[in-house]
């Protein structure tokens, strides 16, 4: 891409942002410990959603398993298996918190851009500016007292967000580059609307990419701590019953991006690369509280009617899972009905296909349906759902059905909600205002439960 490109003959800069940190170093090397990165930052810094009690702690990745490969003609994103240590007790639909790092190469590449190779293990903190004006000026609580230059990078700050128009300005005077300070005090400006819009939010440059591009842009670390934002743990969903595992392990699922893959995924997929017998790789885990979107011994004898998309099964086979287990352990016990609704690329792309097809068979699901968005019609969720529209609208009425929704994507959960609408329109005779308002309704009573990924 030609920096040189993206330039107006008039605009005014953003007002930039101001560095009031200084870095200052200590002699000697950081020892090598377990607690690292954000964990070393105390009681102050909360970890969202954490549930109390529970610290983040580093646990074994004990196996992984390659559900779905990766297939560029339909698109189709590999998808992964792990299987953790747990040392908290959980319920299927329950989510942890993973804490990410930086890749590697992005971190080396950014010490060496900030000439740090040298000092990238050297013990430093943070400190405010001698005479600082700014009072709201603070050191942030993701950062370590003690530190380095390489955990800051590492475990501390994101690298790869969208840079908002006050940074690229604060940038523009980082660099001693003609082209480059004329090209981020640009992009920076009111002026340059249009090409904010198309390079950052439609094309997805990160400021990583940013920095990549302006090879001579050297922002100081201390300016970088202040003002880039805290690389924040993600939520997984727990794919599996405690009572297969004896609360002693849990799984997870998750989809690889192909092109650009993403923070947390690239480190898991780099762990589970490098993970042998003799070095198991660890990651850093905690649970998160629990909402209505979990399967309990209690959902045992109620009715689900099960949707997911794509990596959004992960939940249910933790709920299915739970389900065969308890009815195991209590034959007697008076079972509901669950009925599951899968959409994915392919039939290759059903996680679990078989296990899911042996539920079937056993009656554990009353009723299987599954379409393929690169397959014959129907091909979306909401054209099965319509299709049912009768029967599933009856059984969502009775007094023991919650509906249950999971997909990787928000713009899914919409179309599925609406095709949901229709089926309400159709079945009960409503108007779409009606339709809607009660879907409204069974959401607020709990019979509506969602799970919206990105
Ligand atoms: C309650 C909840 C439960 C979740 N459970 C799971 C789960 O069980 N399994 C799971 O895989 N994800 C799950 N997610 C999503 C997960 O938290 C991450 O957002 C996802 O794995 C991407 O994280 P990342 O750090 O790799 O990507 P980031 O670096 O945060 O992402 C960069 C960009 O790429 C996009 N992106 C990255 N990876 C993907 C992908 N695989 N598919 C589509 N877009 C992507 C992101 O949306 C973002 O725009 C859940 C999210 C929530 C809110």
Request: negative net charge; contains cysteine; hydrophobic residues 35%.
């Amino acid at each position: 891409m030609d920096i040189g490109a993206y330039k107006l003959s008039e605009y005014i800069p953003a007002k930039p942002l101001v560095g009031n940190l200084e870095v200052c170093f200590t002699d000697g090397e950081q020892r090598h410990t377990e607690t690292c990165g954000q964990l070393k930052c105390g009681d102050i810094l909360k970890f969202p959603f954490a549930r109390t009690d529970f610290q983040p702690s580093s646990v074994e990745i004990k196996e992984s398993k390659v559900l779905v490969a990766a297939d560029k003609a339909t698109e189709t994103k590999r998808v992964v298996e792990l299987t953790l240590e747990s040392t908290f007790d959980y319920q299927p639909g329950d989510t942890i918190g993973i804490l990410p790092t930086n890749k590697l190469e992005q971190v080396e590449s950014m010490l060496n851009r900030l000439e740090l190779l040298d000092q990238a293990d050297t013990t430093c903190h943070l400190k405010l500016v001698f005479n600082c004006s700014n009072k709201n000026a603070k050191l942030p609580a993701h950062i370590p007292a003690t530190t380095t230059p390489r955990e800051i990078l590492t475990h501390c700050l994101s690298l790869n967000f969208a840079p908002q128009k006050q940074l690229l300005s604060a940038l523009a005077g980082f660099t001693s580059d003609d082209k480059e300070r004329c090209f981020l005090s640009c992009l920076s400006s009111k002026q340059a609307t249009e090409y904010y819009q198309s390079l950052i939010l439609e094309q997805g440059l990160l400021f990583i990419d940013i920095l990549e591009l302006c090879v001579n842009c050297r922002p100081p670390l201390a300016f970088l701590a202040e003002h880039l934002p805290r690389l924040l743990p993600r939520p997984y969903s727990i794919a599996n019953s405690p009572l297969e595992a004896g609360n002693r392990e849990l799984r997870v699922i998750y989809s690889l991006l192909s092109l650009k893959p993403g923070v947390t995924t690239s480190m898991l997929e780099a762990a589970t690369q490098e993970s042998s017998p003799e070095h198991t790789k660890k990651v850093v885990i905690y649970p998160r509280i629990s909402n209505l979107f979990r399967y309990t011994e209690r959902d045992v004898g109620r009715n689900q009617i099960l949707i997911a998309v794509g990596t959004g099964l992960a939940p249910f086979l933790g709920f299915l899972a739970h389900k065969e287990e308890l009815l195991k352990q209590q034959p007697q016990q008076a079972s509901g009905q669950t009925w599951l609704y899968i959409g994915a690329k392919t039939q290759e792309a059903v996680l679990k296909r078989e296990k899911i097809m042996a539920w079937q068979e056993s009656s554990l699901l009353e009723r299987l349906r599954m379409c393929y968005s690169r397959g014959e019609s129907p091909s979306y969720v909401q054209q099965m759902l319509e299709e049912d529209c009768e029967d599933l609208v009856e059984f969502l009425m009775k007094s023991e059905t919650v509906l249950y929704i999971c997909a990787d994507g928000a713009k899914i959960s919409r179309s599925i909600a609406s095709g949901l609408c229709r089926c309400l329109q159709k079945a009960m005779h409503l108007t779409e205002e009606e339709a809607s308002q009660l879907l409204n309704t069974l959401r607020k009573q709990g019979k509506y439960r969602e799970d919206v990924w990105l």
